[in-house]
Nanobody, 124 residues
Framework: EVQFVESGGGLVQAGGSLRLSCAAS????????IGWFRQAPGKEREGVSC????????FYADSVKGRFTISSDNAKNTVYLQMNSLKPEDTAVYYC?????????????????WGQGTQVTVSS
């Protein structure tokens, strides 16, 4: 059974930091790229960052470049998203997902598995 356990969301003041974790099980982690997406109320889902578990290639949306860092611990089948200098506009539900399409600009592709999401709220 495929399972994602997302954690690390919460409430933080603008300028603060959070680290999201996405622990995956039930599939061959090394065969997939993992993406972090977010969706704010009334807005479309946005690909924030994604990483290839096989070669470490990454993508960052322009809105988070220089502030967020994605990393992967293949031994733990876990992907992290370190979020620094958070802004109120980063407020959203953050989801991790897995694709065999590799790392593509915008983290586009067919994502086979999705986590349940974790809320990130940044107060001004």
């Amino acid at each position: 059974e495929v399972q994602f356990v997302e954690s690390g969301g919460g409430l933080v003041q603008a300028g603060g930091s959070l680290r999201l974790s996405c622990a995956a099980s039930g599939f061959t982690f090394d065969d997939y790229a993992i993406g972090w997406f977010r969706q704010a109320p009334g807005k479309e889902r946005e690909g924030v960052s994604c990483i290839s578990s096989s070669d470490g290639g990454t993508f960052y949306a322009d809105s988070v470049k220089g502030r967020f860092t994605i990393s992967s611990d293949n031994a733990k089948n876990t992907v992290y998203l370190q979020m620094n200098s958070l802004k109120p506009e980063d407020t959203a539900v953050y989801y991790c997902a897995a694709t065999q399409s590799g790392v593509v600009a915008g983290c586009r592709g067919l994502y086979d598995y999705w986590g349940q999401g974790t809320q990130v709220t940044v107060s001004s």
